[in-house]
Each structure stands twice: as C-alpha cells, then as structure tokens.
C-alpha cells in the first residue's frame, strides 16, 4: 500500500511538471500584454507564464515573444490572438528567411565583408570564411564595430553580436551610425528567433534612402511581417520599394517575397507575375534560382 502510494504520489509530480512545462514564457514585451481570465483580463510582464489554451490581447503597437521549450512564437501587431493558434500556424507563414540570408549576402559582397574580403574594416578570421572562433581586431572606431558585427552574424554567433551592437549603440553619437547598428541589432535578434525585438528594433529605424542598410532593412521588415501573416502590411513595404530603388538586386529579392504573400493570399496570378519580373531581372542570380525553385513547385 504505502509503495503505490508512493507511486501514485510520484505520477502526479510528474503530471505537474508536465503541465507547467507546457506553458509558455513571456521572454520579451514592449507594449501591453494582456491573458483573458474569468474575471476580464489580466496585464502580463516579462516572466509571466500563459497556458496553452489561453488568449492574449496585445495594445499600445505592442511587441511580444513566447517560448515553450524549442517552440518561440512572436507577435508584432496589436490584436486578440488564440495561443493555441499561434502554435499550430508558427513556422508555416512566410518563406522562412529566404529574402533575408539573400539580402545579406549581397550586402557583405558589396561591402567587402564576404567571404573573399581581407581584413576589410579591421576584421580578420570570421570575415575571410576561416574556420576560426576568434575574430582578431584591429581598431575601436564605429566601423569596426560594424564590420566585427557583421562577421558575427554571418557566423550566425548571434548572440555574441547583440551584446557587440548593444554595447556599441551605448557610446554611439552619430545619427547615422546608430541607424546602421539598429538595423544590424535586428538582424541578430531576427537570427537569434526574436522576431519580434527584431521588428521593434526596426521600428527605430527611418527610412532613408541615402542610409547604409536601408534596402536591407525594408526586405528584414517585410520578410518579418511575412513570417508573421501580416501579407497585406508585407506587400505595401515591397510595393514601395519595388518603386523607388534602384539597386535590381534587392528589386529582385522584393518581387520573390511580393510571391511568397500572393501565394498565401491565394492570388495566383499575382504570385506568377511577380516571380517573373523577378526572375527576368539578372536569371544567373542566386535569387532567380530561388525564385526557379518556387515556380516548379
């Protein structure tokens, strides 16, 4: 008797932990966050715990991300959301980053930052396409940071990136410059899964034709509104810039992302023109292979 019910006492220990592990954490919040309980609604922080099959109400042009265990789901617009939704639709939206890793690539080939660079803005080891951890430095100036940044992004060490880019944007004066590390900010938290600080992150950062990083911000902002279902928002950033640049490169990359929100809109004919255009404009590029790719399927 007393082993059962020690058993029985160890059963539903377990079934405990089950179940809490089953809850999500709130692990970032700009914004108000907000759990629909039996008595009206409940405001959240960072740390709050929210059941599976709760549901959430996101005010003030809020930011938020979930975490349960390798699961990470991110809000990015105001609203009242399902949790259980969200879980069965994270991941399926969007063309899971492919505008974003292309974007970057083009932006470290043209500036000198890829793999066949040489020390460019300081940088060796990680930035030359080594195998090595370390990156050896060559100068404290805001472009190195840049640079040291980007070789830790496109080592995909995005967290080692944050804290460089955090402690650079402390001691930042320049206006410029802090756009270039809010953007590359972004991309790390976007790397790292935090789509959600990424898009906040961006929210900071104007747009600026003239500026270092702003065609790769519009196509990091477009793709995170894509990921996150938001087709409609997506496509306007795309259109607009599909307007008023010039460089065909990232023109290229718009028009494959510009498919990917037709295709989950359901307008066939929209998606099809829009891998065409993209695809006429350079077909050697490793866009137009992607965009090959979508139009086989």
Known sequence: MARQIILTTAFLSFVAAFAAAQDLTVTYLDGTLEVRTAKGWRTLDVGSTIKADSRVRVGDSGSVELRRGSQHISIIQDGEYAIAELLSSSGKAGSKGVGVTLASKLHSVASGTGRNANAVGGVRGAAQGDNSQDLTWMGTDDEDTSAKAQALLDKQRYREAETELARALTNAQDDQKKQDLEYLLASAYYGDGESARAYHTLLSVKNNIASTYYPDSVI???????????????????????????????????????????????????????????????????????????QNE
């Open 220 to 294: 990091l902002k477009a793709q995170i509104l894509l990921d996150n279902g938001a087709f409609a928002d997506s496509l306007k950033i795309l259109k607009d810039f599909q307007t008023e640049n010039t460089d065909n490169r990232y023109v290229q990359i718009s028009h494959l992302l510009s498919a990917q929100c037709y295709k989950e809109l359901g307008d066939t004919k929209s998606e099809k023109d829009s891998l065409q255009k993209g695809y006429a404009i350079d077909p050697r590029s490793d866009t137009a292979q992607q965009i090959s790719k979508l």
